[in-house]
């Protein structure tokens, strides 16, 4: 026989693990489960309906030939037509080339500007309002009125300013070669002080000695800049990132009220080239087929992204 106090015996009965009861249904009621249930199922079904239902309708249209009154389906005859129509390659180009524009110009200047209006004491508030103020503008007021400052003529605000020193007038938008960079410069201008806000925020969350260790090292502010500022943001610039890439290749409202995709289809975008099937030729399918491409390509960059920066996010 075993001795109750036996070391081995002992060791055994401390190791093994200790069950936890399950909650009973009725335990789970009496703790307001049920309650916290009723409250929160009329959200959950209001979000499926607005947000998953969508996605679900749009996945089957994409897969039918529809005028909303008569119905056929045509399997992948809708994708067929989309990967067949040579605009396709041209928005494509389009869609990228203003990405990487508008990525080089608008992912720097708001870090910039964060950092400058962060080394403000007394006028920090009222830089940063200033630098929020184009967002508050409605985006179609804000492109109309970008729309007149680059009016070909000597009257646009931009021709008039050129014209101070001797040059112009260029033509903007009328320029196939001009007018993504012109819309670039108008989108970063009325998006960018939502970054700003949010980079400032970042900024004032790292902590002052390392800036105080760094200048007593003798670092200068670029270096400072370099190696705490970045650092330390690093977090939330790969999601801005990201954000950016997402919205970028999103571009609608600035294409289509600015030039309607002109020039020669020069500023013609992806957006812009469903609206036109859905709204222009009627055919719903082909311009669901797209927009279904186009989430499908998203979510690949997403997924390649998301790995590619693992290793420096988490770092």
């Keep these: ?60 249209l994409s897969l039918q030939q529809t005028n909303f009154i008569v119905t056929e389906w045509v399997g992948l005859a809708n994708f067929e037509r989309v990967l067949a129509d040579p605009l396709l390659l041209t928005a494509v180009w389009n869609t990228t080339y203003f990405t990487l524009l508008a990525v080089a110009i608008g992912f720097p200047v708001p ?6 209006i962060a080394e403000m004491r007394r006028t920090r508030g009222f830089a940063s309002v200033l630098a929020y103020l184009p967002v508050i503008i409605p985006p179609v007021v804000s492109v109309l009125l970008w729309k007149t400052f680059y009016r070909p003529d000597e009257a646009g605000l931009f021709n008039t300013i050129l014209g101070w020193v001797g040059l112009g007038p260029l033509p903007w938008l009328n320029d196939p070669d001009f007018v993504i960079p012109a ?47 970045l650092p330390q943001m690093r977090g939330i610039l790969l999601i801005m990132l990201l954000l950016q890439l997402i919205g ?50 998203l979510s690949l960059l997403s997924a390649i992204y998301l790995w590619a920066t693992r290793r420096w996010s988490t770092s």
């Design 111 to 116: 870090i910039l500007l964060a950092v400058l």
């Design 248 to 297: 970028t290749f999103q571009v609608f409202t600035e294409p289509y009220i600015m030039t309607g995709g002109g020039p020669e289809n020069r500023s013609t975008t992806l957006l812009l080239l469903i609206y036109r099937y859905a709204f222009v030729s009627g055919d719903y399918g082909r311009a669901t087929a797209l927009s279904v491409l186009l989430a499908l390509a």
């Design 1 to 60: 026989m075993v001795a109750l106090d036996d070391p081995p015996t002992a060791a055994r009965a401390e190791a093994r693990p200790v069950r936890r009861r399950r909650p009973s249904p009725m335990a789970w009621v009496r703790r307001g489960g049920l309650t916290t249930l009723v409250f929160f199922l009329p959200l959950l079904l209001t979000f499926a309906y607005f947000s998953w239902w969508p996605i679900l309708r749009g996945l089957v």
């Design 183 to 229: 819309i670039v410069v108008q989108a970063t201008w009325a998006s960018f002080g939502t970054a700003v806000i949010i980079y400032l925020a970042t900024l004032m969350t790292i902590r002052t000695e390392l800036y105080e260790a760094a200048e007593i090292d003798g670092a200068s502010i670029l270096r400072r800049f370099w190696h705490v500022t």
